[in-house]
Nanobody, 128 residues
Framework: EVQLVESGGGLVQAGGSLRLSCAAS????????IGWFRQAPGKEREGVSR????????YYADSVKGRFTISSDNAKNTVYLQMNSLKPEDTAVYYC?????????????????????WGQGTQVTVSS
C-alpha cells in the first residue's frame, strides 16, 4: 500500500528557511513522479515542485523559483523540499504527492488525477 508521510512544517519568520520531508513506501520510487503541492485557505491546491525520477525532470512554480529546491534520497525513499527566503504568501498546507505515468504528474501542466497518491499534509506558516 502506498503511503506518503510529510514532516518538517512549522512556523518561521519571513526570510527564514524550512526543509520538508516526504517518506514514501509501497511503490517503486524510481518509476514515479513525486513532489509537492500546497493549498492556502480559500485557494486552489497548486503545484509547487516535482521531480520525475525516471529522467530527472523537475518543475517549479514561478512563485518559488530560485527559493525552493526539490531533492531526493532514493536509498531512503524520501523526497525533500528545501524552502529558503520564505514569504508570508508561502503559508499553506503542503502535501506530498506521487504517481506513475497515469497520475497527471508526469507532464506539464501538473494535473494530478485520481491515480495520484497524497500525504496528509504539513502546515507551513510564515510570519511577517
Amino acid at each position: 500500500e502506498v503511503q506518503l508521510v510529510e514532516s518538517g512544517g512549522g512556523l518561521v519568520q519571513a526570510g527564514g528557511s524550512l526543509r520538508l520531508s516526504c517518506a514514501a513506501s509501497g511503490f517503486t520510487f524510481d518509476n514515479y513522479a513525486i513532489g509537492w503541492f500546497r493549498q492556502a485557505p480559500g485557494k486552489e491546491r497548486e503545484g509547487v515542485s516535482r521531480m520525475r525520477r525516471t529522467d530527472g525532470s523537475t518543475y517549479y512554480a514561478d512563485s518559488v523559483k530560485g527559493r525552493f529546491t526539490i531533492s531526493s534520497d532514493n536509498a531512503k525513499n524520501t523526497v525533500y523540499l528545501q524552502m529558503n527566503s520564505l514569504k508570508p504568501e508561502d503559508t499553506a498546507v503542503y502535501y506530498c504527492v506521487a504517481g506513475s505515468r497515469n497520475s497527471g504528474l508526469y507532464y506539464f501542466p501538473l494535473r494530478p488525477n485520481s491515480n495520484a497518491y497524497w500525504g496528509q499534509g504539513t502546515q507551513v506558516t510564515v510570519s511577517s
